[in-house]
């Protein structure tokens, strides 16, 4: 027979053991990225900067 | 008779517990544990997924945000591209010419040849290592790091900017002065070339105004696809 003092220590771990739960939950939401692959490659950075040195080199070569 | 002795049964179990439940430890028991039960009922069934679905949809919300503010710096990023591209439009032909896609050995040994009649030098020997006309190439592969290749990497992804060298060996047979000045115009013509090493040598002991030069030189193209 299951006397008050099982019933109490029973009820504290189930307690505990759904407050982790809630609490892994929600730290697994935060921790998880909502950006798909496709966006990941979409975002890449671009540097339009042309050399302009290297421009001009070509500029200034002969035309052979 | 039977739901009469169920009756008396229950009558008894009531009688039995009544007093037991108007004790202040059991109910504090009681309250606690069923308290903690309850608790722990609606926390897995309804907190837990509402929490989790409002930290989600919070995430998406910064993460979509984040990817917003990257695509607009991207299609500025871009704009300035057009725009930059646009001012060296009229060069692009010279950047091909310069690193073309393909190897182009017909073209290169033409401005070879070009190079030797301007300086009035003979072209006595060209060999070129084996170069892949069509398919996919062998030939290992050059990070791009020359100035003249910048450009490329800026606009292009890292990864795709290799630049493929053309490996090939000449002699020209000519006066020094004449030797000097092809050396010096390979260096600066419309594609190109590197000389890694050079050698120069007399051509006749009799003559000793004709030298020939000996020159392993590298060219370089840049398949983009």
Known sequence: MINQKDLLVISIFTFITVIFWVVSGVYHAIVTSQITEVQEELITPLNPKLNAEAIENIRSRSNL | ?225
Do not use: H
């Open chain 2, 1 to 225: 008779m039977n739901s009469n002795r169920q009756l008396q049964f229950w009558r008894k179990r009531y009688a039995e517990v009544t007093p037991l439940l108007k004790t202040r430890r059991v109910q504090a028991y009681t309250m606690i544990v069923l308290s903690l039960f309850t608790v722990s009922f609606f926390g897995m069934l309804a907190v837990r997924p509402t929490l989790e679905t409002i930290t989600t949809l919070q995430k998406q919300i910064e993460d979509r945000t984040l990817v917003n503010q990257k695509l607009e710096q991207k299609i500025n990023a871009l704009i300035t591209a057009q725009a930059e591209y646009q001012k060296i439009a009229s060069d692009i032909p010279a950047i091909y010419n310069m690193l073309p896609q393909q190897p182009n050995v017909t073209s290169l040994i033409i401005k070879l040849e070009e190079v030797a009649i301007t300086q009035n030098v003979s072209l006595t020997n060209l060999d070129f290592s084996p170069v892949t006309v069509f398919g996919t190439s062998d030939v290992a592969q050059v990070p791009v790091a020359s100035t003249a290749a910048e450009p490329a990497k800026d606009i292009l992804a890292a990864e795709s900017t290799i630049v493929l060298p053309l490996s090939f060996s000449v002699t020209f047979t000519g006066g020094y002065q004449e030797l000097v000045n092809v050396i010096t115009q390979l260096t600066r013509m419309n594609r190109i070339v590197t000389i890694e090493s050079a050698d120069i040598q007399s051509a006749d002991a009799a003559q000793s105004s004709t030298l020939i030069v000996g020159a392993t030189t590298n060219a370089y193209y840049f398949p983009l696809e």
